[in-house]
């Protein structure tokens, strides 16, 4: 099946950096989705974006598909944004059964 | 947009026993998922919840200690049976085909500790 790995694992920022989280999966996908867990344990979706580029707010993602990665990034961090950020891909790249990265650990510190 | 809640939000519970929880979303879905995190883990996909008839689990995950019921397009159940503490974890329920969409939208998750 599908591998799907992130980096970095963790990562410190100060409060206003930017930073650029990574997803390489190792087959063509037809669904690619970028999700925040908040210390609360919810999972909030942030993009879907199984190709192209998508901005919301303070966020974008990038995802070229023929390359097999997706980029995630996160402009002026607050300390909101702490928490643990996964993409997700679809068992064989396709269809709907999600296999989820290992995750990046954000702190932001103020 | 629409709501998708969980009961019981956390438990703790002994082993041997059984925990039951809900997922209710409040519009019709298409699909319907279960997924587990164990502590400081990423999310691994039990099973899909199939309305009116047994769900499909995904390898490593059977029935008999996760039995699942999907009665209708907005509510599915996940069972966790005779529970031991490595069964602690954070269960959380997806949907997909909200506003006939792609994406899959996850409930708040409930947080189980098994002692």
């Known amino acids: 099946g599908i591998q799907v790995e992130q980096s970095p694992p963790d990562l410190i920022l100060q409060e206003g950096a930017n930073s650029t989280l990574r997803c390489n999966f190792s087959?063509?996908?037809?669904?690619l989705q970028w999700f925040h867990q908040n210390p609360w344990g919810q999972l909030i979706n942030l993009f879907y974006?199984?190709?192209g580029t998508k901005q919301n707010g303070r966020l974008s993602a990038t995802t070229v598909a023929t390359e097999r990665y997706s980029l995630l990034y996160i402009s002026s961090s607050q300390t909101t944004d702490s928490g643990v950020y996964f993409c997700a891909a679809p068992r064989g790249g396709y269809g709907n059964k999600l296999v989820f990265g290992a995750g990046t650990i954000l702190r932001v510190k103020s | 947009s629409a709501v998708i809640s969980q009961k019981p939000s956390r438990d703790i519970c002994q082993r041997g026993t059984s925990l039951t929880i809900q997922c209710q979303v409040d519009?019709?879905?298409?699909?319907m998922f279960w997924y587990r995190q164990q502590p400081g883990q990423s999310l691994t996909l039990i099973a899909t919840?199939?309305?009116?008839?047994?769900?499909?689990?995904e390898s490593g995950f059977v029935i008999d200690k996760f039995p699942i019921s999907r009665p209708n397009l907005t509510f599915s159940t996940l069972t966790v049976s005779n529970m031991s503490p490595e069964d602690s974890s954070i269960y959380l329920c997806?949907?997909?085909?909200?506003?006939?969409?792609?994406?899959?939208?996850f409930g708040p998750g409930t947080r189980l500790t098994v002692l």
């Open positions: 974006i199984p190709s």
């Open positions: 087959d063509s996908v037809n669904n």
């Open positions: 919840a199939n309305q009116g008839s047994e769900a499909t689990y």
């Open positions: 997806s949907v997909l085909g909200l506003a006939g969409g792609h994406e899959q939208f």
């Open positions: 519009s019709q879905v298409t699909m």
